[in-house]
C-alpha cells in the first residue's frame, strides 16, 4: 500500500469524526435558533405588559381633565383595549388585520380628543395627559414590531440545510446494518420535534404556544368594575 493512500478504515474514520462535527453544529443551530424564538416571545409578552401598564396610566390620568373631557377620552380608551384583546385572541389574518385598521381609527380619535383637550387649556396637567395616550400608541407600536420580530428565512434555510446533511450521513454511516434500522428514525423525529418547537414559539399568534393578553384581561375586567361603582355611586 502507498503511503499516500488511506485504508478503509482510516476513511470510515474520517468520515465518522466529519459525522460528529456535522451533528455537534446542527446542535448548537438548532439551540441558538431555540433561544433566538424564545426571546422574541419573551419580548411580545413584556410588549403586552408594558401595553397594560400604558393604557392603566392613561385611564388613571383622564381623571384629571375636566368633566366634559375625561370620561369621553376613557371611553375611547376602553374601546381601545376591547381592539387590543381582540387582536391577541384573533389568529386569522384577515380578521387581525381588519382589527389592525379599527385600532388605527380608535388611536386617531385618542389623539384628537386629547389634542382639543390640550389646545383649549394648556396646563401641566393637560401635558401629563398628553404624555399618557402618547405612552399608549407608543407601546402599541412597540408591540407590533416585536411581533414582526421573527428568525429570518435564511437561519431557516441553514438550519433546515445542516440538518439534511447530517441525516444523510448519519445514513450512510449505518448503511447495510439491518438490527439497528429503527435507530435511524431517532435524529429525524428529534430534529422534526425541535424544529416544530421553534416555529411554534416564532410564529406570533399561531400554534400552540402563543402570548396570553392575561395583563390586558386583568386590566380589562378592573376597569369594567371601577365604571360600574362609578355609575352606582352616581
Not at 419580548?43 to 403586552?48: N, P
Not at 387581525?96 to 386629547?114: C, F, G, V, Y
Request: aromatic share 6%.
Amino acid at each position: 500500500m502507498n503511503r499516500g493512500t488511506k485504508s478503509p478504515a482510516e476513511g470510515l474514520e474520517d468520515f465518522r469524526m466529519i459525522l460528529g462535527a456535522s451533528l455537534s453544529l446542527l446542535a448548537l443551530l438548532i439551540g441558538f435558533t431555540l433561544s433566538m424564538s424564545i426571546n422574541g416571545f419573551n419580548s411580545r409578552q413584556a410588549g403586552e405588559e408594558m401595553e397594560a401598564a400604558a393604557i392603566n396610566a392613561a385611564y388613571i390620568r383622564m381623571d384629571l381633565l375636566p368633566a366634559e373631557d375625561g370620561p369621553k377620552i376613557q371611553s375611547l380608551l376602553i374601546d381601545y383595549l376591547d381592539k387590543r384583546l381582540q387582536f391577541y385572541g384573533t389568529h386569522a389574518p384577515l380578521k387581525q388585520k381588519n382589527i389592525h385598521l379599527e385600532t388605527i381609527d380608535i388611536q386617531n380619535k385618542l389623539w384628537s380628543s386629547i389634542s382639543l383637550a390640550a389646545n383649549s387649556k394648556q396646563t401641566p396637567i393637560t401635558a401629563l395627559t398628553v404624555t399618557g395616550i402618547n405612552d399608549v400608541l407608543s407601546t402599541q407600536r412597540k408591540t407590533q414590531a416585536n411581533w414582526r420580530n421573527q428568525i429570518p428565512l435564511a437561519a431557516w434555510l441553514l438550519l433546515s440545510l445542516v440538518a439534511a446533511c447530517c441525516n444523510v450521513m448519519l445514513g450512510y454511516n449505518a448503511r447495510g446494518v439491518r438490527r439497528s434500522a429503527a435507530l435511524l428514525l431517532i435524529l429525524p423525529l428529534m430534529i422534526s420535534m425541535s424544529f416544530m418547537m421553534i416555529g411554534d414559539i416564532d410564529a406570533p399568534g399561531r400554534g400552540i404556544i402563543r402570548v396570553k393578553p392575561v395583563n390586558l384581561e386583568f386590566l380589562n375586567e378592573t376597569l369594567k368594575t371601577h365604571r360600574t361603582l362609578t355609575t352606582l355611586s352616581q
